[in-house]
């Protein structure tokens, strides 16, 4: 009966404990990396294919940047909350369009 309780007292205190860790949150979101990773390699294709002038590339680059400092920033507590990710997601959604526009402008080196 003794050994059943203290079982059970361990269980209980190993499930708070574990609904703490997971409800604590995350630094790590996979589609933001993602996401500014494949933003990096379209920017370097555009250079590479001539579509982007080394300014444009320069002012995409440094705006990536600008989304990475923010990230770490957001990331620096700690915690990543679902109102930073949305932010962070409509950053990136503004780069890729700016990523898009200068690479489809017309100007070539």
Do not use: C
Request: no cysteine; hydrophobic share 40%.
């Amino acid at each position: 009966m003794k050994k059943n309780l203290v079982v059970g007292i361990m269980a209980g205190i190993l499930l708070v404990m574990g609904a703490g860790i997971a409800s604590a949150g995350s630094t790590w979101d996979p589609r933001v990396d993602r996401r500014e990773v494949r933003q990096e390699r379209r920017i370097d294709r555009g250079v590479a294919s001539g579509r982007l002038t080394p300014w444009e590339a320069r002012v995409l680059k440094k705006e990536q940047a600008r989304i990475r400092f923010m990230e770490a920033r957001m990331k620096s507590d700690g915690h990543l909350t679902f109102r930073e990710r949305q932010i962070l997601n409509q950053r990136l959604n503004v780069a890729s369009r700016d990523i898009w526009r200068l690479n489809h402008n017309g100007y070539y080196r």
